[in-house]
Every structure is written in C-alpha cells, then in structure tokens.
C-alpha cells in the first residue's frame, strides 16, 4: 500500500505498469449468517498466475491484448466513475484466467482503476475502486491480496453496501509450494448463475459455521503460523470438504466443477500433498507441500496422467506482497 501512495504523488506520468496476484479462494467461516454478518472468506496471494498491464492516456479509449474487451469496458467505466479527464488505453500483457477461481476480474478491474488513479494523481483507495465496479460484494480478498498479498481472511458481509473488513493477515511460508490443477475446458460459475447458485443453496446449519470458525482459529492459523504444514492441512482439507459438500448441489452434486480436476487433486493427497481443495466455484484445485523438492517429485509423478486428461498442472508459491505499480 506505501508504494501505491508514493506513485499517487508524483505529478508528471505518461503510462504506469501494474502486476497484480492471482488469488486462492480456500473457502468460508460462515454461511449460516444468523450473528448478521455471512460468508467471511480465506484467501492466499499467489507467485502465479499474475494479471500484467500498462495504462497510459490516449486520444479515445481503447484496449489491446488479452481480455480486450473486459478491459475496455472496465477502463470506460472506471474513468466515469472517478471524473477523470480524457480518454485512456490499456495494454494488458498477460491476464489472470477468467472463471478459474483465481480472482480475474477483481484483479483486472484494481489494476486498471490503480493506472488510472496514478496518471491523475487521484487518491482513491483500493476498497473503493473495487467498490466502483462492484468487487467484495461477498469477499475482500481480492482486494487484500492487491494491496498486500500473503495469506488473508475478511469479517464477511454485513449490513452495509462495503466490502468485507480483513481481519487477519498472515505471511505464507516462503518454502511451501502449492500445486494447482487446471481445466481449460470448464469454467466456474459466475454472474448471474452464481448469483442464482447462493440463492438456491441449502441452509447452513449455525453448528456447522461454528465449527469452521473453531477450525480457522484453532487449527488453521496456528498451522500457518508455526510453519507446520501437517496441521494447516488437515484443517484446510476439512473446511473444504465441509464447503464443498454445502456447494455440491450446484456443481452437479460434487464438491469439484471438474471432476478430473477432482480425480487429480485426490491423487495428490495420496501422493502426500495436503490441504486439497478447489479455489471458489473452480475448476481450479489446489493442493500444498512442503518445499520446492517435494512439489517437483510429485509433478514428476503425475504430469503424465494430468496431460492425458486434458489439464494444467504448475507448482507456484505463496506472494506475500502486493500488486507492483510502476510510473513512466
């Protein structure tokens, strides 16, 4: 956040370059919401896949490169909402899959909102630019994971039209790694059908929400902590089995949107691997390991198996820092 303040003071920018993390969504405290606050979401910042752009000022607005077209409309309509001067163009390099339970659009749009607040000197803050164009409606951690990476968890949704508060950041280990599984054949749900998705959920029982949270607090956190990756595991891999049994009614009655997504993920767990999940409404799924060595063995072992089935496996690492922002 100190080096986005620094890029708001100067004065004299043609362009300004941003990277921004992609980000794991590891699930929720509480989708019960009967204390008056729901969801509440855990999220990690990741080394890669990372959304990479430059905003510059331009005769009429214009876009170029991966998600064109998103960015286009994001660029406009971000440029209204602050009353900023002129027209602009954005170049985006390299793009965050979309609907992949990374975080795409989130990071699309701060990244886009930041180039344009850095060109014109405006002091907005990151909440409020996701704010504009409607990001943390349920979650924050997009957001955080803009503004300062590593490992975060937000207060959930309460009464007011404001993101989520962040309630706890936490550095990742820098020797774990984390596997991700990826379907470029499937596409999580969004929009419109996500929102139809929460809306026809089954309840969520307070006890169960409970034990989430006892889960988070007790077993979760210290594991990270403490660097103990057998205790952050096993709690990671229960709080997903717990949300992705509650979201298998709109996933086809399976806690994966890719069921080889899911056949890959189990084999990792076999294989070793813990804290085995899928990233929001995926396709992606994830799994932790202890070190760069470890990552690499079980790649090693299963990249022939992943290829076969039409996915992506990568080994990345925790970012414990935020989106760079560079003025020219």
């Known amino acids: 956040m100190t080096e986005l303040k620094q890029s708001r003071n100067a004065t004299s920018k043609s362009s300004v370059a ?3 993390p ?20 855990i999220g990690l910042a990741l080394s890669e896949p990372a959304t990479r752009l430059t905003v510059e000022r331009a005769t009429a607005f214009a876009a170029a490169g991966a998600e064109s077209a998103r960015a286009l409309g994001l660029i406009q309509k971000l440029a209204g909402a602050l009353e900023l001067p002129g027209a602009y163009k954005v170049h985006v390099e390299s793009a965050i899959p979309a609907h992949a339970g990374l975080g ?13 607040a850095n060109l014109n000197a405006h002091n907005v803050s990151t909440r409020e630019l996701g704010e504009l164009v409607e990001r943390g409606a349920r979650s924050a951690i997009g957001i955080a ?3 300062t990476g590593g490992f975060v968890i937000d207060g959930g949704k309460g009464p007011s039209d404001h993101a989520p508060p962040v309630l706890a950041r936490q550095p990742f280990p820098e020797d774990w790694r984390v596997l991700l599984v990826t379907d470029p054949a499937a596409v999580g749900v969004h929009g419109d059908r996500e929102k139809r998705a929460f809306a026809g959920l089954p309840e969520f029982s307070e006890a169960a929400a409970g034990h ?3 889960l988070i607090l007790m077993r979760l956190l210290p594991g990270l902590v403490e660097a103990d990756l057998e205790t952050f595991g096993a709690g990671l891999t229960e709080i997903q089995h717990i949300v992705g049994s509650h979201f298998a009614p709109a996933q086809g009655g399976s806690p ?5 997504v899911g056949q890959v993920c189990n084999q990792l767990e076999q294989a070793g691997a813990k804290g085995i999940g899928q990233s929001s409404w995926g396709p992606t799924g994830f799994a932790f390991v202890e070190s760069q060595a470890a990552a690499k063995k079980l790649y090693a072992s299963l990249v022939g198996d992943v290829t076969r089935l039409g996915l992506s496996l990568s080994v990345v690492s925790g970012r414990n820092t935020g989106a760079t922002i560079k003025a020219a």
């Open 256 to 260: 994966w949107s890719s069921p080889a």
């Open 104 to 116: 795409s659009g989130t990071q699309l749009a701060l990244s886009i909102g930041t180039g344009l």
């Open 18 to 20: 941003i990277s921004a």
């Open 145 to 147: 994971s803009f503004e």
């Open 22 to 41: 992609a980000r794991l969504h590891l699930g929720f405290l509480d989708l019960n919401g009967s204390l008056g606050r729901r969801f509440g979401s």
């Open 212 to 214: 989430l949270s006892r």
